[in-house]
């Protein structure tokens, strides 16, 4: 009986060898369109202006990685490492970062048109002047990030955590704010036409000089805790709070 058993795990072990190995020699195979690097250990990549078209780099590790100006549309990075990595100028159109962890990942001047970032983690991150129009940032963590300049019209950020990130410049027409934390973000001067912020929290967020006229879903509650001036404008039944402007240690 000892004796088969033995044989039998050996079997085993030989079987489960066999089938591992296919596995590791993919996280081998060289850089290209469609090539699946999922569950690999890829940090400190340098691939920059690479054609990685549809890659499939699920649950793997790429931090500090740089793929500036890389053709990454339809990648699917979901469950991915990707802090402090470099995905500037890159073509991320329509690629996958769901539950994806990317504290301090840089995607500047980035194509992220319909991407999905549902539930990722990309506290401090830098997505000024990115294009993602469409895109999915639902319950995200983006604190402290930088949208400057970006175009995110009618993009979902519902759900999201957003305080102190900068919106200032960007293009949010059409974007749905609904239940997010915008707590001392940066709205000011912007143009909020079709913004959806029913239940969002907007303490001591900035909206000075903002058009609010046709935002949706506000109530008095909420702009009593914002932070606006004589130049924000707002809903016909909204009245601006008597404590505009923030004293400034507030802000």
């Known amino acids: 009986m000892e004796g088969r058993f033995l044989v039998k795990t050996a079997v085993t072990v030989i079987a489960l060898v066999v089938c591992a190995a296919p596995a590791w020699a993919k996280c081998q ?4 369109p469609g090539v699946d690097w999922s569950g690999c250990s890829k940090a400190r990549l340098m691939l920059t202006n690479e054609d990685l078209t549809g ?7 790429l931090t500090l990685s ?11 990075l979901s469950e991915t490492e990707v802090s402090r990595t470099r995905f500037e100028g890159a073509d991320l159109s329509k690629a996958n970062f769901t539950k994806a962890l990317g504290w301090r990942a840089n995607f500047g001047q980035a194509n992220l048109t319909g ?5 990722a983690d990309m506290n401090r991150s830098n997505f000024a002047q990115v294009k993602a ?33 900068l919106f200032q410049s960007a293009k949010i027409a059409g974007v749905d704010f609904s239940y997010s934390n915008l707590s001392r973000s940066r709205l000011d001067g ?11 929290y907007l303490y001591l967020t900035q909206i000075g000089g903002a058009d609010l006229s046709g935002a949706t ?35």
């Open 29 to 32: 195979d060289g850089p290209g």
């Open 55 to 61: 890659t499939n780099f699920q649950r793997s590790l």
């Open 66 to 76: 740089d793929f500036a100006s890389s053709k990454m549309a339809g990648a699917n």
């Open 115 to 119: 991407a999905d970032f549902g539930s």
């Open 133 to 165: 129009a469409g895109a999915n940032f639902s319950k995200s963590e983006l604190n402290r990030s930088d949208f400057s300049g970006a175009d995110l019209s009618g993009a979902n950020i519902s759900k999201a955590e957003l305080a102190r990130v």
């Open 190 to 200: 912007l143009n909020l036409q079709g913004v959806n912020f029913t239940g969002s």
């Open 217 to 251: 879903g506000l109530t008095q509650e909420q702009i009593d805790i914002a932070c606006g001036s004589a130049q924000t404008k707002l809903p016909p039944s909204i009245n601006p709070p008597k404590t505009w402007p923030c004293k400034e240690e507030d802000e």
